[in-house]
């Protein structure tokens, strides 16, 4: 715990005290978020992390369509690496991010034809270095996309988005979370439903 960050380990006592989760507000918190559940996985709490994780969807739900991510995605994308094992579901979602990003930045500016940029390959590298396994995994989603992004020069950027979209933000929630026992949804399900008592209830009042 030495090498953690003091306010990301004052996150982490705030929840497990008051049970207080930092907001999703955007571009500012995902550094905070990131690091946070880097942290929660690490110490295999994996509420946390998964309450974390829904955080991090919501805000790159919010900032879906915002030029410049790659850019602001890349810097965050090798410590998420470092911090994480290959089968992290943070660097599962990071992945859907990044070829979420190649391609709308693709079919924005079309660059000369590539896909991607050589200014945003060549970052890609300089991770790929030290976590090869992103890189592959990151160009082996890449390639089936490319026929369907030659299609995307004759779409709107929108259209080209909807499947990542589809994938990231579907209400299949536990898609990017890790269970040991059950999910802290289906608690809130279970709160939300109604009981036998209240359900004979509300029978009796329509009769």
């Known amino acids: ?5 003091p306010v990301t380990f004052e996150r982490l006592l705030t929840w497990v005290y008051a049970r207080r989760m930092p ?29 974390t994780m829904d955080r991090i969807r919501e805000c790159h739900e919010n900032t879906f369509s915002i030029s410049g991510a790659t850019d602001r995605n890349l810097k965050y994308v090798g410590d998420i690496c470092d911090g994480t094992t290959p089968s992290s579901p943070l ?16 079919s924005k500016a079309r660059h000369a034809g590539l896909l991607i940029s050589r200014e945003h390959l060549m ?21 089936p996309i490319v026929p369907a992004w030659i299609q995307t020069l004759r779409s709107t950027p929108d259209e080209a988005l909807a499947d990542t979209r589809d994938v990231l933000f579907s209400n299949s929630m536990c898609l ?17 439903a109604p009981s036998p008592e209240q359900s004979q209830s509300a029978q009796t009042d329509t009769q």
């Not at 970052?123 to 390639?143: C, N």
């Open 1 to 5: 715990m030495l090498d953690d960050d």
């Open 23 to 51: 907001q999703a507000k955007g571009t500012a918190s995902q550094k905070l978020l990131y690091d946070l559940y880097i942290m929660a996985e690490k110490l295999c709490m994996f509420d946390l992390a998964n309450r």
């Open 91 to 106: 660097r599962n979602f990071m992945l859907y991010i990044m070829v979420h990003d190649i391609n709308y930045a693709a």
């Open 123 to 143: 970052k890609i590298w300089d991770i790929g270095q030290d976590h090869p396994e992103f890189y592959e995994d990151l160009f082996a989603r890449l390639l």
């Open 176 to 192: 990017f979370h890790k269970h040991l026992t059950g999910c802290y949804l289906e608690e809130h399900e279970e709160k939300a």
